[in-house]
């Protein structure tokens, strides 16, 4: 099953505890502190919409890319619940996107560059981000870190649930990650409660690659980005050895 094709009936259950609202917190400081008043924003790999949704209430003009036809047949949903106009939902690849003008700030959450699993796919998708930002622009994203992959993805399995609303989700979640190729696999079995009370399972498996800082400078400087900071938090706190996401800001240099 491609990735996220059955993962997405359960995504937002498994991520009931992320605090979207902190990623947009965290987005609004790099724009202060950038100097700069994005209208348009694109929300790359924006999945089921939470943080597009999230950030159009804020009162930007929100365009989010995803290439899951599952995942973004909820975030459409998730729009018109909300009423939401001020969003488009494309679907597309990261790295062969095309917009239809510039934007003003481009924010991809989630690990979403970790997805990028070929070569040549991150400078693919820098370029691109950088021909569609406005000069001056910011990029935005947060990455999984090699500590992370290693120390606690590494071949180790664990139970995701929740018990929520829409009924109860266990998920088992079993890695597989080879240093020599920096690429680490998921393997995912789902069970989920459905409305009359009876659990059905699937499985599916997702690949993510690990990038060092130094990857990921060399891949935003070649791509015409500057000013490359990497936080470990949303509250912009210094990473140390055991941080386990990234989040990185570049400056669009043109
Ligand atoms: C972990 S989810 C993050 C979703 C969302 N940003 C969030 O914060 O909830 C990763 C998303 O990246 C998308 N994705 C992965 N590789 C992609 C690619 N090459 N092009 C477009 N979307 C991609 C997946 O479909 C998925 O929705």
Same mark, same amino acid.
């Given at each position: ?7 997405? $009936? ?13 990623f947009a ?6 724009? +202060?502190?950038?100097?700069?008043a994005?209208e348009l ?6 999945g089921t919409? #939470?943080? #597009?949704?999230?950030?159009?209430? $804020?009162?930007?003009?929100m365009?989010?890319?995803?290439? !899951?036809?599952e995942?973004l047949s909820?975030?459409?949903? +998730?729009k018109?619940e ?6 488009l ?7 062969? =996107?095309?917009?239809?003008? #510039? ?7 989630l ?6 699993t070929?070569?040549?796919?991150l400078?693919r998708?820098f370029a691109?981000v950088h021909?569609?930002? *406005?000069?001056d622009?910011?990029f935005i ?5 090699? @500590?992370? =992959?290693?120390?606690? @993805?590494?071949?180790?399995?664990y139970?995701l649930?929740?018990?929520?609303? *829409? ?7 079993q890695?597989? @990650?080879d240093?020599?190729?920096?690429l680490? !696999?998921?393997y995912?079995?789902?069970?989920a409660?459905?409305?009359d009370?009876?659990?059905?399972r699937? *499985?599916?498996e997702?690949?993510? +690659?690990?990038y #060092?800082?130094?990857?990921? &400078?060399a ?5 015409g =980005?500057?000013?490359?900071? =990497?936080y470990?938090s &949303? &509250? ?5 050895e055991? &941080?386990?996401?990234?989040f ?7």
């Open positions: 099953m491609k990735a996220y094709e059955a993962l997405s $009936r359960v995504y937002d259950r498994l991520n009931a505890d992320v605090d979207y609202e902190a917190d965290l987005y609004e400081a790099v724009f +202060r502190q950038a100097g700069i994005p924003v694109l929300d790359l790999g924006c919409g #939470t943080l #597009t949704l999230a950030l159009a209430k $804020r009162g930007y003009d365009i989010g890319v995803d290439g !899951s036809a995942m909820q975030a459409y949903q +998730r018109y909300a009423g939401a106009d001020n969003l939902f494309l679907q597309q690849d990261m790295c062969s =996107f095309e917009l239809y003008g #510039t934007v003003g700030a481009v924010v991809s959450s690990d979403c560059v970790n997805y990028l070929g070569d040549g796919d400078g998708c691109l021909n569609y930002l *406005d000069p622009g910011v994203f947060d990455v999984n870190t090699p @500590y992370k =992959f290693k120390h606690v @993805y590494g071949d180790n399995a139970i649930e929740d018990e929520g609303e *829409d009924g109860a989700c266990y998920c088992g979640w890695n597989e @990650y240093e020599k190729t920096a680490c !696999s998921f995912l079995s789902v069970f409660e459905g409305e009370g009876r659990y059905r699937f *499985d599916e997702q690949t993510e +690659r690990c #060092t800082a130094e990857e990921l &400078t891949a935003l400087m070649a791509a =980005f500057g000013d490359v900071h =990497f470990g &949303t &509250t912009m706190d210094a990473p140390d055991e &941080t386990e996401r990234w990185v800001t570049a400056r669009c240099k043109k």
